[in-house]
C-alpha cells in the first residue's frame, strides 16, 4: 500500500478496486458500472476514437500504462515498503524509510506526467480540467506528508494512523457517498463548489477518525484537507 496516496482517497473521494484503466479521468462519463476490464478498455478505447479520430491512440495509453508501471514497480516496491515500515517501528526508525522514498517522489511524478500526456488526448476540455486539478492536491499532498523527508506520514504510521484509517472504511466511504453522491460524474469545477465540497468532505472524514483511540491519525488528516484548502485559496 501506497501510504501517501492512501490518505489522499480521502480528498478525491472514491478509489475503486478496478484497474488502473478504470481510473483514467473520462471513464466516469461512460455506463461501464456492469462492465467487464474488457468491456471497460473497449468503452475508452472507442471514447478516444471518437475524441481524436485515430484508432492508434488508446494503444499508445496502453504503451504508456506500461512505462508507468516499470517506473512505479522500480521506484516504489509495496512489499519492500511494508517490510522496511514493520522492521522500523520497533526502533522508531520510521522518518528514515520515508524520507528514503520521499526523495524519490520528484522522479514518481515525472513518470504518471508521462503516462497522463497519453490519456489526454483522448479527453473533453472538462475532464481535462478535473483530472489537472486532481493532479494539484495530489501533488499538494505529497509536499504536504514529504515535509521534512516525511516526518508527519511517519507520525501518523507510528500513531496508528493506518489502523484508525482501516476500521473507519466504511464510515469513510460513506462520508465520500454523501458528499459526491452514488454515481459521481466529476469533482465540481466552480471553486465555490469545490472548496465547498472539500470542507464538506474534511468535516466528516475527520469526526469518524476522531473516534479511534489515538487523536494523531485525525489530527494529520485534518492538517492535510486545511493544508489544500489553504493552497486552493478557500475560504477558512
Sequence with gaps: MNYALYISIFIIGYVNSNPILNQIPGLSNLPISNLSQEGIETAFRDKCKNQTNDDTQFDKILQG???????????LNFTTLQDEIEAAKPTGNLDEVFAKYCRR??????????????????????????AK???????????????????????????????????????????????????????PTEKEKQCKTVQDLQTCVVNDLEKCSEPTPAN???????????LAKCPK
Design 65 to 75: 500504462k506500461t512505462a508507468f508501471e516499470n517506473c512505479s514497480t522500480g521506484l
Design 105 to 130: 517522489v520528484p522522479t514518481l511524478i515525472n513518470c504518471a506526467k508521462e503516462f497522463y500526456k497519453t490519456v489526454k488526448p483522448c479527453l473533453s476540455e472538462t475532464e481535462q480540467d478535473s
Design 133 to 187: 486539478l486532481a493532479a494539484n492536491i495530489t501533488q499538494s499532498m505529497y509536499d504536504f506528508l514529504c515535509y521534512r523527508d516525511g516526518d508527519r506520514i511517519a507520525m501518523f504510521i507510528a500513531e496508528g494512523g493506518v489502523e484508525c484509517v482501516q476500521s473507519k472504511q466504511t464510515e469513510i466511504q460513506n462520508c465520500a457517498k454523501s458528499v459526491f453522491g452514488e454515481n459521481p460524474q466529476s469533482f
Design 220 to 230: 494529520i488528516i485534518d492538517a492535510l484537507f486545511k493544508y489544500v484548502r489553504r
